[in-house]
């Protein structure tokens, strides 16, 4: 133990330091990183609830115009081909019924020349209907998919926020000699270090 005497020349030693303007510092302190457990709960949740909302909460702004631009794109998609499957969808339809007043029977209403056939065939307009049918349901996937994928971006962006990524931080590989006594023999290899 420091007698009172020993404390007073380390306390005078200090305070001339300080005079001198040189600080010394007994120890150093790891600057912390607040955790928050629910961070990542949070941003998908409100992912989940308004597309984009989750990046806000991380503020990764730059992320948002993406998020409303595919899902704007998918949603688009699905209204196009919805829009032109229920066009070849009637046509169809009334084709079956045996109409021939529908859109793609003639197509130049402004020629004097008559058509004795259709510019589209039954078996066309079922073909056209199936492919915007099944290109509907695809854009239905999609969409759902990109959903998906923005919940699932906030919540692990929100999980590497909170990363330690300290300079402190290290991986290293280094020789390994030890002496066996029992075999007299060495032990070598690569040992991993690790630094946190």
């Known amino acids: 133990m420091a007698t009172p005497k020993e404390d007073t020349q380390l ?12 600080v010394v510092k007994d120890s150093v302190f790891k600057k912390r990183v607040e955790i928050n457990p629910l961070a990542p709960a949070k941003a998908a949740f409100y992912s989940a609830i308004i597309p984009g909302l989750g990046q806000v909460y991380n503020k990764r702004y730059w992320k948002v115009p993406i998020v409303y631009a595919a899902l704007g794109a998918s949603i688009y998609a699905y209204d196009y081909n919805n829009t032109q499957y229920k066009r070849f969808r009637t046509a169809f339809k009334s084709r079956q019924a045996g109409f021939t007043d529908d859109e793609f029977y003639d197509l130049a209403p402004f020629s004097d ?9 039954t078996d066309a307009l079922q073909d056209a209907q199936e492919n915007f049918q099944r290109d509907r349901d695809l854009m239905v996937l999609v969409t759902i998919g990109l959903y998906v994928l923005n919940i699932i971006d906030a ?9 330690n990524v300290d300079d402190n931080l290290s991986v290293d590989f280094q020789p390994y000699l030890d002496y066996n006594e029992i075999t007299a023999q060495p032990n070598y290899g690569m ?5 946190f």
């Not at 919540?155 to 990363?163: A, I, M, P, R, Y």
């Not at 040992?191 to 630094?195: G, H, V």
């Open 113 to 121: 020349t008559e058509l004795t056939e259709p510019e589209f065939s």
């Open 191 to 195: 040992a991993l270090t690790i630094k």
């Open 155 to 163: 919540n692990v962006d929100s999980h590497l926020k909170q990363f």
């Open 11 to 22: 306390d005078s030693i200090q305070t001339d330091l300080k005079s001198q303007g040189i």
